[in-house]
């Protein structure tokens, strides 16, 4: 009994080194994210090609760790607000560009809706300042 209770203590423990914590990367403190298209106030048809715009920091990979870089995640009707110690969510109102994708078809259901961009470091984690852009609405006819 000792023997499984120092087993399971010793796999506790070293499972809570493993841990992943918030990678709290440092972002420029000019860097801009913005919509390209659609604007705030946009009407639209059917789908559209969302277009994703940055200054000052650059695109590229999840899982790739390179200095003043990240990738995209829209955020679509979300009203909560990102938690800066945890990754970025993985749902149908969190979607992520891991690809280095600066453009995306979005097919929405007719009415109002809200997007907002955020940018992730390697891990999907927000960097520190947040990197975001302003948040938007559209409506989808």
Not at 73 to 85: Q, W
Request: net charge positive; charged share 20%.
């Amino acid at each position: 009994m000792r023997v499984a209770r120092t087993l399971l203590i010793s796999a506790v423990l070293s499972s809570l080194a493993n841990v992943t914590h918030a990678q709290d990367k440092p972002a420029p403190k000019d860097a801009v994210l913005y919509f390209v298209w659609p604007q705030n106030g946009t009407t639209i048809k059917g789908a559209f090609w969302c277009r994703f715009g940055l200054r000052n920091m650059g695109v590229t990979h999840a899982g790739d760790d390179y200095p003043n870089s990240g990738h995209h995640h829209l955020l679509i009707d979300v009203n909560e607000p990102l938690n800066p110690k945890e990754p970025i969510p993985s749902d149908k109102s969190h979607l992520h560009f891991g690809a280095g994708q600066t453009e995306a078809r979005i097919e929405l259901p007719p009415g109002k809706h809200t997007l907002q961009l955020v940018l992730g470091d390697s891990k999907h984690y927000p960097f520190n300042p947040p990197v975001v852009s302003e948040k938007i609405t559209i409506r989808v006819r």
